[in-house]
């Protein structure tokens, strides 16, 4: 079993940046591609980019250029670094395993991007 808890999220101005971090319990966090997802207000969530094992990425193209999804296996933490944030990033932003698990599903936490 794996349990997954977002961290890092705020309030940021348009232009600004924020890292993003998903602490994973359980030793199979190794074997796991994950990723992170958003969901704005009202709408559904979205993928935003994903990570293998081995460290191949991939990122929606709202996202190419913007944010750097990483991982370290020693800690079992992944991560989301963010910059040139604008309002329309502002979302809860979670993390999960791809393709996602309802059982992996945790808080988020909330970026918000505002003047």
């Known amino acids: 079993q794996v349990q997954l808890v977002e961290s890092g999220g705020g309030l940021v101005q348009p232009g600004g940046s924020l890292r993003l971090s998903c602490a994973a319990s359980g030793s199979i966090f190794k074997s796991l591609r994950m990723a992170w997802y958003r969901q704005a207000p009202g709408k559904e969530r979205d993928l935003v980019a994903t990570i293998t094992q081995g460290g191949s990425t991939y990122y929606a193209d709202a996202m190419k250029g913007r944010f750097t999804i990483s991982r370290d296996n020693a800690k079992n933490t992944v991560y989301l670094q963010m910059s040139s944030l604008q309002p329309e990033d502002t979302a809860v932003y979670y993390c999960?395993?791809?393709?996602?698990?309802?059982?992996?599903w945790g808080q988020g936490t909330q970026v918000t991007v505002s003047s």
């Open positions: 999960n395993v791809h393709p996602p698990q309802v059982r992996y």
